[in-house]
């Protein structure tokens, strides 16, 4: 284990180095793309070079960038005329309270249908998971969520409006935690708590669909290997009814590699969730990266993408941790 | 057995043949193939299929549910839906094919490379893959593509960099596997080249799990070309690309006209969906553990 944490500051060093590449190489000058197309005096060019630190060589200015970086300084967003790093803490929860549930919902839902898929092979049920996890592996989840919210909000009228995290007269919960749901069982408040877990089921069952999928298509893939081995069917054997053999022998087994590609689920999570959150008008890290997109704020792009390859590798290592303790055939280092 | 070690081409020539005529046993695979086939059937014969110009602009006909006129309805500027989508066909399937022959031409000799010299070449480039990997890839193809600016192709581009890590990564464990066999001492011994050894020897044992990977990330790159052109760094208006033809209708669903957006999304749907059929059939054939098949 200790070989595998060693790995990750040299990754993280490289995560940066990426997006300072991709921020002072690439897309051009960003004192001109300050200064905008019109008057563009050399001076005053010359001068915010000099101001920015742009005419010294690039190792020096990727010092500069680390150390910016440990000060928590991410540049400032032209789009929304405020410090990356304080805009990124200000739409973490909303991210977080989706990308959680989504997630709770994809393996709520992931595991007993793998599991019943995997249990009865080639049944009409098995058929059905099979086809459907496929489906929702191969549709665009930005395309979904617009369909459930034209069939869901437009058309039936059942759901809530598209609009964000609550309608556009709610009031928001005092914020402790900034996260809607838990902030409004803090103060007691049943009904902003179901007003906010409302608002989060649309695009949190978007988002959690290419997962559920793909948690199904792994745990049958791993439950028919399992159920094939010569524990399970000793366990047959001995008389073990088929209930038992499944849950204790089968699914304990077949969890493992489930686990792993519910870790990567979750840290890609953060990713799936940009496009989804543009259409629901979340204001999460996603729908400020499109937007920021959207207006050549560069700073702003490269502080999204940093936090979520944080993220994501984050929580790589904790799933590593997990799998050691879930396999003690695992060790590392 | 020694005849075949001697000559791995032939085995492999039988191993393609056998592959082959149990995908045509595979159902699902099957059906993949056909709606992958039909789609590059419209593509290619797209100025016949398509009933109309699909950039050709009718103010008076915009907006139009589907009818009789208009199979599929009309767009905001009055461009047929259904010939948008039999040329969008083009696009994304040329996106499918570039961004992995790309992604896998590059990466798989990176990874070759890595994986048979092994040392400071081997742990120079698996360090630098794992920098990329660390990013999910829709987050760095959006990176990419924000840096490089709109554009089809920079997509494109955007997308077969974000994949490169992958590949070369697969190509490299293969490899290792590959570069202890009989086969490979016994040419080293004959006195090969590298070259010819990687070539002849190491490559063709390698290209199955490339295969499995590459048709899979095909469906993958539209997803992800689509993603982009959504955000409006892909393909820019009035190229009929089907992700950028979602957006176009994005904003129109609110007021109930739906056939601008759904029917580009089915028809991504449609094409990964062939992809990701495949290439689940040309994994259990290939895979010779059988267990994962059934």
């Given amino acids: 284990m200790a070989r595998r944490l060693l790995a990750v500051p040299p990754i993280f060093v490289g995560i940066t180095l990426v997006t300072f590449l991709l921020l002072h190489v690439v897309p051009g000058d960003p004192a001109r793309m300050y200064l905008g197309e019109g008057a563009q005096d050399p001076r005053v060019l010359a001068a915010l070079h000099r101001e920015w630190g742009l005419d ?20 400032f967003s032209i789009h929304s005329g405020r410090p990356v790093a ?51 592996l191969s549709m665009p ?7 459930v919210i034209y069939v869901g909000y437009f058309l039936l ?28 069982v803090l103060a007691g408040d049943p009904g902003a708590f179901a007003r906010a877990l409302w608002y989060l089921l649309p695009p949190a069952v978007t988002l959690a669909l290419p997962s559920l999928g793909l948690v199904v298509r792994m745990l049958r893939t791993s439950i028919v290997e399992v159920l094939s081995q010569d524990y399970v069917r000793t366990a047959r054997s001995k008389g073990v009814a088929s209930r038992g053999v499944l849950y204790r022998h089968a699914l304990r ?53 940093l936090l979520i390859a944080g993220l994501f590798v984050a929580v790589n290592v904790l799933v590593d941790f997990t799998y050691a303790v879930l396999d003690p055939r695992v060790h590392y280092g | 057995m020694a005849d075949v070690a001697a000559h791995p081409a032939v085995a492999i020539g039988n191993q393609w043949r056998t592959a082959a005529r149990r995908l045509r046993r595979n159902g699902l695979s099957l059906v993949g193939l ?73 990466g798989t000799p990176f990874g070759v490379v890595a994986g048979y010299y092994g040392g400071g070449v081997d742990d120079a480039i698996m360090r630098v893959c794992d920098v990329l990997l660390a990013f999910p890839s829709l987050v760095l193809a959006l990176a990419l593509g924000a840096a490089l600016g709109p554009g089809l192709w920079k997509a494109v581009m955007a997308v077969a960099i974000t994949s490169i890590a992958g590949y070369a990564r697969l190509a490299r464990g293969s490899t290792l596997v590959g570069r202890e066999e009989t086969y490979v001492e016994a040419a080293r011994a004959q006195g090969a080249s590298d070259v010819r050894i990687l070539g002849r020897y190491v490559l063709p044992n390698i290209i199955s799990p490339v295969v499995v990977r590459s048709t899979v990330g095909m469906g993958f790159s539209v997803l992800l070309a689509a993603s982009l052109s959504f955000v409006g760094l892909g393909a820019q208006p009035p190229t009929p690309e089907w992700g950028a033809m979602i957006n176009e209708g994005r904003n129109q669903l609110v007021t109930g006209v739906w056939w601008i957006s759904t029917f580009p999304g089915l028809a991504i749907m449609s094409v990964v969906l062939g992809f990701n059929l495949l290439g689940d059939g040309i994994r259990d054939v290939l895979d010779p553990r059988g267990a994962t098949r059934i």
């Fill in chain 1, 56 to 75: 010294r060589p690039l190792p020096v200015q990727y010092v500069d960038y680390l150390r910016n970086l440990v000060r928590g300084n991410l540049g």
């Fill in chain 1, 86 to 136: 304080e805009d990124l803490r200000h739409f973490l929860p909303a991210t977080v309270e989706l990308s959680v549930l989504s997630f709770v919902l994809a393996v709520a839902l992931g595991v007993p249908l793998g599991v019943l898929s995997g249990a009865r092979v080639n049944t009409g049920a098995d058929h059905a998971s099979r086809v459907g996890s496929l489906l929702f």
């Fill in chain 1, 141 to 147: 989840s930005f395309w979904f969520g617009l369909i």
């Fill in chain 1, 157 to 184: 009228g059942w759901l809530p409006s598209p609009t964000g995290r609550l309608g556009m007269t709610d009031t928001a919960p005092s914020p402790v935690t900034g996260l809607y749901t838990i902030d409004s």
């Fill in chain 1, 253 to 305: 087994n077949a969890l493992i590699p489930t686990v792993t590609v519910l870790g990567v689920q979750f840290g890609l999570l953060f990713s799936g969730n940009v496009l989804v959150e543009a259409v629901f008008s979340w204001p999460g890290i996603g729908g400020y990266l499109v937007q920021a997109i959207q207006w050549l704020d560069y700073s702003a792009v490269m502080g999204c993408t």
């Fill in chain 2, 34 to 106: 056909v709606i992958l086939v039909l789609w590059a059937l419209i593509a290619a014969a797209a100025p016949v299929v398509a009933p109309q110009d699909p950039v050709a602009v009718d103010v008076a006909g915009r907006l139009q549910a589907p009818s009789r006129a208009h199979l599929l309805g009309t767009d905001f500027y009055g461009r047929d839906i259904l010939s948008r989508i039999v040329y969008g066909a083009r696009y994304d399937l040329a996106i499918a094919l570039v961004a992995v022959g790309v992604a896998a031409g590059v």
